[in-house]
């Protein structure tokens, strides 16, 4: 059974910054892709960062220059470094792989993100 567990979320200020975890373990396969999601409250879920098994990037456009996602492949851990962070950052962030000969979606349970003075 594959896991994924995230941490590092938290209560931080306008320009503040946070870094989140994902770990995943169990039999996963192949991975093709790790990222990052967020969902605010009465929206829907939204990628916000995402890196491929190649390696390619990609960035939603209001977090570019802001947030950076790495990925150690010996620990199967992928990493969401959020600087200056906004109050439109608020939102739990789901940490997401793609992985396997079908390409299945994997989630995390979920981490509060909240930026407020």
């Known amino acids: 059974q594959v896991q994924l567990v995230e941490s590092g979320g938290g209560l931080v200020q306008p320009g503040g910054s946070l870094k989140l975890s994902c770990a995943a373990s169990g039999s996963i396969g192949t991975i093709r892709a790790m990222g990052w999601y967020r969902q605010a409250p009465g929206k829907q879920r939204d990628m916000v960062a995402r890196?491929?098994?190649?390696?390619?990037?990609t960035y939603e456009d209001s977090v570019k220059g802001r947030f950076t996602i790495s990925r150690d492949n010996t620990k199967n851990t992928v990493y969401l470094q959020m600087n200056n962070l906004k109050p439109e950052d608020t939102a739990v962030y789901y940490c997401?792989?793609?992985?396997?000969?079908?390409?299945?979606?994997?989630w995390g349970q979920g981490t509060q993100v909240t930026v407020s003075s």
């Open positions: 997401n792989m793609v992985a396997g000969n079908l390409y299945y979606n994997y």
């Open positions: 890196i491929a098994s190649s390696g390619l990037l």
